[in-house]
């Protein structure tokens, strides 16, 4: 791992992993490999790295992938503040160059919707640091020490807003009771004391946010709104005092404070229905934050006690009653129940479970008393890796995010100059400058970078929201954006589109050999694999007298071997048969027909001749002929990619309607067929579960783990589906083209909104209350849009009532 220092242009790293003068050469050679480093210098003794970088040196995530690539950590830490007094993109601009600016940051990102900061940084930068950073920037910021504050963010209080419109509708009765015939308008001076609370009171948030963007030599809404509105008020106040020295002399002159504090108001209500609504794109992670139990009943050295969740220890003896929510991953030991994982897996239908299955921590335990032995806490839990994933992806921007963001760096400061523009133009045209300086107000109260801030945020987390809640984990904002354009889909066969629990359907031993005899070296070969296959045999060989193993080992897509009674033996494929140049003799035509029938095919191989063969039977998943067909409505391709023989995956394939079937496929050349689709255009996500899908699931352009597969696997894929239904794949990039969708809908209306806005405010075709009350209706609009994908379910929901996501909101009894 390392960590950094900075004194000028040395750097300071300490590496881990080094154990000898040729790891001190390798991490040497790969830092001086980086752009701007002049020299590198390792201490194995210290296990240092000091750098001597240039001017023109390369960012610090260049470092840490070059020690990395090396074949070394770089231990980093992640932080996660919620920032306060962020209104638009603007401010998520500010904050992150803050951020970036720490000694020892690698990346920032800001969610505005969330208001949130996830800070990846070297482990030795303290929080007190990033704190001070953003502090500094004008956003005070609290360190966020779990995911459960994290999920909460603080509520805009609705009291202001009340108080704002007792204060501004007076103001405003002209322009409400015109339809009525109604045109009284309160005095001058009635008008000044019911606007100066509404503008440094109620708004003293605007000059506040304002001047720290100035002080930091930026700008953002607040400063937009602090202008636009002290320029009205400002010149009320001016023709106010001015019609009272010429008091008698003709007919008040209009003022404009009711619409400074119209404008604060609009804005202050915006903000307060904004809030409200971004709340709710959170559902998700207050749903699952709300399924972790605080108390847990266990039995230790035979006393029954209730302790914190934080309190309990791996192999802790759990009690659960019915009704109760499970504290932890664990095991059955004692008790048979239904258990309701609907809000980890979206599965509606409770799950039988009794001795010796695993239950997850979160679920609700039905009607059974069980006693549970403790696998997993804190942390390492399935719900605590779920909400981990979750917030990822909330906090993830999405990569059409940075153009976003290098337009809202410059949107400030071309709307004062467009604002400057239209008052200078309006004096020269028309020589008016009260109406110049309306038509000003009303070009800095229209833009809005807020919605511009918002609108993709706001559409991942409530896209990757609803994905969690019916088992579907979208691992970031890459996968989401990447889901929506797969073109081909590539399955994986044994657990995949198949249960992956096949069970021994025949045994053929070669001539002169007994099949009994097979069946315990077969036996014996596989005693300590964990594949579904020798899962298989080894169950069929229960009662047998199975000879032990000596130097077993894995044949990479090909089987396994070993040394069994003095004799090195192997099980595998018929590839490992074609392999070693062995006749399979009478036993071929055999293996032929038990193919063509579906069965996978495996045989027991001495050094010089073939011993048996064995054929597994493996069931089709009563959800993949539904997912193909899912994934050909959408206009989507199909292939399958196994080591399985050609007949068995054929058989499938003709099962399912997938048309496209390579079969006898070792782990690396599944990836170099997922490779070579890319490179002819097509957009390829692959499914697997198994420890050989790994190279495949990295090679594709979107990868699908099924749960409970390998955690290779997992770790691998950019989307996990929680349940192995695998129609959940195609309700995946259904809902990945709509959040695409609302994340396009929400740009078009942000970049539509000022570029229609800001003109007709620059020629006085708005005035100042319709431009803050767009200006409100912007973000509003562009968060509810966005809300709209809590209304999406599945076609097989649409179908049946209630919905699994229904179950979302439902507490423990």
């Known amino acids: ?117 996830t800070v990846q940084a070297l482990s030795t930068v303290a929080p007190q640091a990033l704190l001070a950073a953003t502090a500094a920037a004008g956003y005070p910021a609290r360190a966020l020490g779990d995911a459960r504050a994290a999920a909460e963010p603080a509520g805009a209080p609705w009291w202001p807003v009340a108080v704002a419109a007792a204060l501004t509708l ?19 001076w009635v008008q000044l004391l019911l606007a100066t609370p509404v503008q440094f009171w109620l708004g003293a948030r605007f000059y506040r946010a304002g001047w720290a963007a100035l002080r930091a030599r930026s700008g953002n809404m607040d400063l937009l709104v602090a202008l636009g509105t002290s320029a009205a008020f400002g010149l009320s106040l001016y023709l106010l005092w001015q019609s009272a020295g010429h008091a008698g002399h003709g007919s008040a002159p209009h003022l404009y404070f009711e619409a400074s504090a119209a404008v604060i108001t609009l804005v202050l209500l915006g903000k307060w229905l904004e809030q409200r609504a971004k709340r709710q794109t959170l559902d998700a992670i207050r749903a699952l934050n709300a399924l972790r139990p605080t108390q847990a009943r266990v039995r230790r050295d035979g006393v029954e006690q209730d302790i914190a969740v934080e309190q309990l220890v791996v192999g802790d003896l759990v009690l659960v009653r019915p009704g109760d929510r499970i504290a932890v991953d664990g095991e059955i030991v004692l008790g048979q129940t239904h258990v309701d994982e609907s809000l980890l897996t979206g599965e509606s239908l409770p799950v039988a479970k009794g001795p010796g299955e ?174 579904p296959l ?51 003799g009478a036993l071929a035509a055999e293996a032929e027909q038990l193919e063509q029938a579906g069965r996978t095919v495996s045989w027991l191989l001495d050094t010089d001749r073939v011993l048996g063969l064995l054929a597994f039977g493996d069931t089709i998943k009563p959800s993949a002929a539904a997912a193909i067909a899912r994934l050909r409505a959408l206009g989507i391709q ?54 050989n899908d790994g190279p495949a699931l990295a090679a594709a352009s979107c990868g699908f ?38 994340i396009r809908q929400n740009l078009w209306w942000a970049f539509g909104y000022n570029a229609l806005g800001i003109p007709l405010a620059a020629l006085g075709l708005l005035n100042p209350v319709i431009a803050g009350g767009a200006m409100a209706l912007s973000s509003v609009s562009v968060v509810g849009n966005a809300l709209l994908l809590r209304r999406w379910r599945s076609v097989e929901q649409r179908q049946d009532t209630p919905p699994a996501a229904a179950l979302v909101h439902r507490s423990a009894p």
């Open 1 to 117: 791992m390392a960590s950094i220092t900075t004194t000028d242009s040395t750097l300071r790293l300490q590496i881990e992993g080094m154990s000898c003068a040729s790891c001190v050469g390798r991490v040497e050679k790969a830092l001086r490999a980086v752009p701007g480093v002049a020299q590198a210098e390792v201490n194995l003794a210290t296990e240092q790295a000091t750098v001597h970088a240039g001017a023109d040196a390369q960012p610090l995530m260049a470092l840490v992938e070059a020690v990395g690539q090396a074949g070394y950590g770089v231990a980093t830490a992640e932080h996660r503040l919620q920032i306060e007094g962020m209104t638009c993109a603007s401010c998520v601009g500010r904050v992150e160059k803050a951020l970036r600016r720490v000694p020892g940051v690698i990346e920032a990102s800001v969610n505005l919707a969330s208001e949130q900061a």
């Open 170 to 188: 007076p103001m405003l009765a002209p322009m409400l009771g015109q339809p009525f015939g109604w045109h009284w308008m309160p005095p001058g």
């Open 358 to 531: 695993r239950v997850t921590g979160g679920a609700i335990n039905a009607e059974g008393a069980l006693e549970v032995r403790t696998l997993a806490v804190g942390a390492e839990t399935q719900l605590s890796r779920i909400i981990r994933m979750v917030e990822s992806a909330q906090a993830a921007k999405a990569p059409i995010q940075r153009l976003v963001d290098r337009v809202s760096a410059v949107f400030v400061p071309v709307v004062l100059v467009i604002a400057l523009a239209t008052l200078v133009g309006w004096v020269l045209v028309s020589g008016d400058w009260e109406q110049a300086l309306v038509n000003a107000v009303a070009v800095l109260v229209i833009a809005c970078p807020c919605a511009l801030g918002l609108a993709t945020p706001t559409a991942i987390m409530a896209g990757t929201g609803v994905a969690a809640r019916h088992g579907i984990l979208i691992k970031d904002a890459q996968a989401l954006e990447t889901a929506h354009a797969v073109t081909l889909v590539a399955f994986d066969k044994t657990g995949t589109l198949t249960e992956g629990k096949p069970a021994l359907a025949a045994v053929r031993p070669a001539a002169g050999l007994a099949l009994e005899a097979v069946l315990r070296q077969a036996a014996a070969l596989q005693a300590s694999s964990s594949h």
């Open 534 to 584: 020798a899962l298989a045999v080894r169950e069929r060989a229960q009662g047998l007298d199975v000879p032990a193993v000596q130097d077993a080992r894995a044949l990479p897509g090909r089987g396994v071997q070993g040394t069994v009674e003095g004799r090195l033996l192997a099980l595998g494929s018929t590839r490992l048969l074609r392999e070693r140049g062995l006749d399979a």
């Open 638 to 691: 199909t292939l399958m990619l196994t080591g399985d023989n050609r007949g068995a995956a054929e058989a499938v394939g003709q099962a399912l309607g997938i048309t496209r079937v390579q079969a006898e496929m070792l782990p690396e050349q599944k990836a170099e067929v997922v490779q070579r689709e890319r490179d002819a255009g097509q957009v390829v996500a692959f499914v697997g579960d198994g420890l």
């Open 705 to 742: 783990a099924m749960a409970g597969g390998a955690d290779v696997a997992t770790e691998t894929a950019d989307i996990t589906l929680m349940r192995g239904d695998l129609r959940l794949v195609a309700d995946a990039l259904d809902l990945s083209r709509r959040t695409s969708a609302k």
